[in-house]
């Protein structure tokens, strides 16, 4: 049995192969540097339909966020395998997987716009990386996480329009609160990316279009046109955000003179299609042509 991974900081999609037939699953997402071995085990053992099957699985391809250098896979990978006994297991970024879902044999930018935010060339060739993703505090441009900061500080600054106020407040949410599960409990970025569907529901708002539209500009201008010839390749998207406003994603790329190519909300598929079509190739021969610079 074979499974292939595509995690995220808030969830994971899992598809489980074997004898041809796919099964999709999903569980809690994975990320280095929130999450380690006493971490993954807890998710892991709470999910009965994986302990069935655990001793079945031979190899695991896991792509994640966070997982950028091999110390961070490294502890994806002993997580994975104090669970997975029997399975070869190989980690590598998320952005090798949005790469490999989006790419159509044309070079392309694919850039990640979920809970977190980053970016790539990719030709097929490698993968090329200019601007490195900061995480939930410094970066994530256009992201869960970043819009979720600006929504929770103007909730907090009395800013919000009425109606999200109000949501908000008949959720609970205090200063208290929200201090508590900003600073002092694990997971902060998704907890902080969880009100994103308030900003959806709310989103012809005029506060919340100039929100969308300054963080996707915010993006724009940090992670595509960092790329010397960004205008001369589609930019594609994977993630739920770039999902849910794509309308708006697609109109400030135009403003901002960007070639919009397509939205992936979960890359999946694709890459389950990709394994399929290079015999199952390992995760971390394909990581060695990623270069920086």
Same mark, same amino acid.
């Given at each position: 049995?074979?499974?292939?991974?595509?995690?995220?900081?808030?969830?994971?999609?899992?598809?489980?192969?074997?004898?041809?037939?796919?099964?999709?699953?999903?569980?809690?997402?994975?990320?280095?540097?929130?999450?380690?071995?006493?971490?993954?085990?807890?998710?892991?053992?709470?999910?009965?339909?994986?302990?069935?099957?655990?001793?079945?699985?031979t190899q695991i391809h896991?792509?994640?966020?966070?997982?950028?250098?091999?110390?961070?896979?490294?502890?994806?990978r002993v997580g994975l395998?104090?669970?997975?006994?029997?399975?070869?297991?190989?980690?590598?970024?998320?952005?090798?997987?949005?790469?490999?879902?989006?790419?159509?044999?044309?070079?392309?930018?694919?850039?990640?716009?979920?809970?977190?935010?980053?970016?790539?060339?990719?030709?097929?060739?490698?993968?090329?990386?200019?601007?490195?993703?900061?995480?939930y505090i410094l970066g994530?441009?256009?992201?869960?996480?970043?819009?979720?900061?600006?929504?929770?500080?103007?909730?907090?600054?009395?800013?919000?329009?009425?109606?999200?106020?109000?949501?908000?407040?008949?959720?609970?949410?205090?200063?208290?609160?929200?201090?508590?599960?900003?600073?002092?409990?694990?997971?902060?970025? /998704?907890?902080?990316?969880?009100?994103?569907?308030?900003?959806?529901?709310?989103?012809?708002?005029?506060?919340?279009?100039?929100?969308?539209?300054?963080?996707?500009?915010?993006?724009?201008?940090?992670?595509?046109?960092?790329?010397?010839?960004?205008?001369?390749?589609?930019?594609?998207? /994977?993630?739920? /955000?770039?999902?849910?406003?794509?309308?708006?994603?697609?109109?400030?790329?135009?403003?901002?003179?960007?070639?919009?190519?397509?939205?992936?909300?979960?890359?999946?598929?694709?890459?389950?299609?990709?394994?399929?079509?290079?015999?199952?190739?390992?995760?971390?021969?394909?990581?060695?042509? /990623?270069?920086?610079?």
């Amino acid at each position: 049995m074979i499974i292939i991974v595509e995690s995220g900081s808030t969830k994971a999609d899992w598809m489980l192969i074997k004898d041809g037939n796919a099964v999709p699953y999903n569980t809690k997402g994975f990320n280095p540097f929130f999450h380690g071995k006493e971490d993954i085990l807890l998710e892991l053992n709470d999910h009965l339909e994986l302990d069935l099957i655990k001793e079945q699985v031979t190899q695991i391809h896991f792509y994640g966020a966070g997982c950028s250098s091999p110390e961070l896979n490294e502890r994806i990978r002993v997580g994975l395998n104090a669970f997975f006994v029997n399975a070869e297991i190989s980690v590598g970024h998320d952005l090798l997987a949005c790469a490999l879902s989006l790419y159509e044999g044309r070079p392309l930018i694919a850039s990640i716009l979920g809970t977190g935010s980053n970016s790539c060339y990719y030709d097929s060739i490698g993968l090329k990386e200019v601007v490195p993703a900061l995480g939930y505090i410094l970066g994530d441009e256009g992201s869960g996480s970043y819009f979720g900061k600006r929504l929770l500080a103007d909730f907090l600054y009395n800013r919000l329009p009425d109606v999200m106020s109000k949501e908000f407040t008949n959720k609970g949410l205090s200063k208290e609160k929200i201090v508590e599960n900003v600073y002092m409990k694990s997971d902060a970025n /998704v907890y902080i990316a969880s009100f994103m569907p308030t900003l959806i529901k709310n989103k012809d708002l005029d506060y919340c279009q100039n929100l969308i539209r300054k963080g996707f500009r915010d993006f724009i201008n940090v992670h595509v046109k960092c790329f010397q010839n960004y205008n001369n390749a589609e930019v594609s998207f /994977v993630g739920s /955000v770039a999902s849910l406003l794509k309308e708006e994603l697609q109109s400030v790329c135009l403003e901002e003179d960007v070639t919009f190519g397509k939205v992936v909300r979960r890359p999946l598929e694709n890459l389950v299609k990709y394994h399929q079509g290079n015999t199952l190739a390992k995760t971390e021969e394909l990581t060695i042509k /990623v270069n920086k610079n």
